[in-house]
């Protein structure tokens, strides 16, 4: 009987003793927290590389509005890009492109179309139809592929389309 009435008083003060709840209420909680920090940094990164790839663009699109040419515009973009991407390996015509350790590509495309048939691309030393002078449009876009802590990979990108006539 002893032990029985021992056992009872003991996990009685057991049960009104509150020392340590606490640390395992933090322990519960705690893996949650450490996910969510981890999101949120994941999140960052992926709002930071795309405010750096639109910077990139913008740049570029500010050299396509002095008229420069493709090439012109593609070192633009390509210095900007410097500052903090490492670049793709050159590829054809006026494009970089992304490889495994190069993430970023960009692109340039610079050509015509007539006012009257957009979408169409028309030969830029030529009058339309209309006797009107062709649109010069420049298409500039970066893209990369970002892959996080938490967050799975996927490509960011970055495009502007500039009509300079």
Not at 33 to 40: C, L
Not at 96 to 102: E, F
Not at 132 to 161: E, I, Q, T
């Amino acid at each position: 009987m002893r032990i029985l009435s021992w056992s009872s008083r003991s996990l009685r003060t057991l049960k009104s003793d509150t020392r340590g709840t606490s640390a395992v209420e933090f322990g519960m909680i705690a893996p949650f927290i450490f996910f969510a920090v981890i999101a949120m940094v994941d999140l960052g990164r992926v709002a930071g590389e795309r405010m750096d790839m639109d910077q990139v663009v913008r740049a570029g699109a500010e050299s396509a509005m002095v008229n420069s040419t493709e090439d012109a515009i593609l070192r633009v973009l390509e210095g900007t890009a410097k500052k903090t991407f490492t670049l793709a390996s050159e590829g054809d015509g006026n494009t970089y492109q992304a490889g495994i350790d190069h993430p970023i590509s960009l692109a340039v495309n610079r050509y015509c179309e007539c006012p009257e048939s957009p979408g169409v691309e028309a030969d830029c030393g030529n009058a339309c139809p209309s006797d009107l002078p062709p649109n010069v449009l420049v298409d500039l876009s970066a893209a990369k592929s970002f892959s996080g802590m938490l967050l799975p990979a996927f490509d960011l990108s970055a495009a502007a389309r500039i009509q300079l006539r």
